[in-house]
């Protein structure tokens, strides 16, 4: 079964640029989040879906940030324009969400580093 | 506020066993969790922890007392692979998961 994938890899920009971020989930999850990552630290939720709707955005700063989820499979993650303090590394999860454990599974991130 | 405390670094010997400590203040409590993070990688799912107790799963085994709030991850006979950091995270009562920062583990000859 294929994990979550996600692309680019690895990003580089100048400040004030656009950059976007895509993200597959696993097959069959429903559940699908975005987080961002900073060295020494754990992971921060900025974004969940379920299906395709966003149900916890809290975290997502608007003013520059926006997402969606078409059709509740694949998801995008835009940054317009990105800032110095935007260079993180950008982590999709995806889950079943069904009563239980509902596991979180991640793909390998993409590094972002804004100049 | 919700809070998941960790040892920042700890360093352990190939061979031996290792015990890294999560302690946890959160509103409410549906779940814990463990990940095994490599430097430049995804977290990868460990354990999870749900009720009191001990969860054994080969090498690995977690405990978690709710009472506490407090749980350990316990890696036996220790591999240079496990040099990583190891994430704790608590879902909570809105069913969202609090990150602690992790604890770098150094595994050394």
């Known amino acids: 079964e294929a994990g979550v994938v996600q692309s680019p890899r690895y990003k580089i920009i100048e400040k004030k640029q656009p950059v976007a971020f895509w993200c597959n989930p696993i097959s069959g999850h429903n559940t699908l989040y975005w987080y961002r990552q900073n060295l020494g630290q754990g992971p921060e939720l900025l974004i969940r879906?379920?299906?395709?709707?966003?149900?916890?955005d809290s975290q997502l700063p608007k003013d520059r940030f926006s997402a969606e989820r078409l059709k509740g499979v694949d998801s995008t993650l835009k940054i317009q324009p990105a800032e110095l303090g935007d260079s993180a590394v950008y982590l999709c999860?995806?889950?079943?969400?069904?009563?239980?454990?509902?596991?979180?599974?991640f793909g390998p991130g993409t590094r972002l580093t804004v100049l | 506020g919700q809070n998941i405390d960790q040892p920042t670094e700890m360093t352990a010997t190939e061979g031996a066993i290792v015990q890294i400590n999560c302690t946890y203040q959160t509103s409410g409590f549906n779940g814990l969790f463990w990940y095994q993070q490599h430097a430049g990688e995804a977290p990868t799912f460990l354990s999870y922890n749900v009720l009191d107790g001990l969860e054994e799963k080969g090498r690995f085994s977690s405990f978690l007392s709710r009472s506490k709030g407090y749980s350990y991850l316990l890696l036996k006979e220790l591999q240079m692979k496990d040099s990583a950091s190891y994430l704790c995270?608590?879902?909570?009562?809105?069913?969202?998961?609090?990150w602690g920062a992790g604890t770098k583990l150094i595994i050394k000859p």
């Open positions: 995270a608590v879902r909570d009562q809105n069913y969202q998961l609090i």
């Open positions: 999860a995806s889950s079943l969400r069904t009563s239980g454990q509902d596991t979180q599974y």
């Open positions: 879906y379920e299906n395709e709707e966003a149900v916890d």
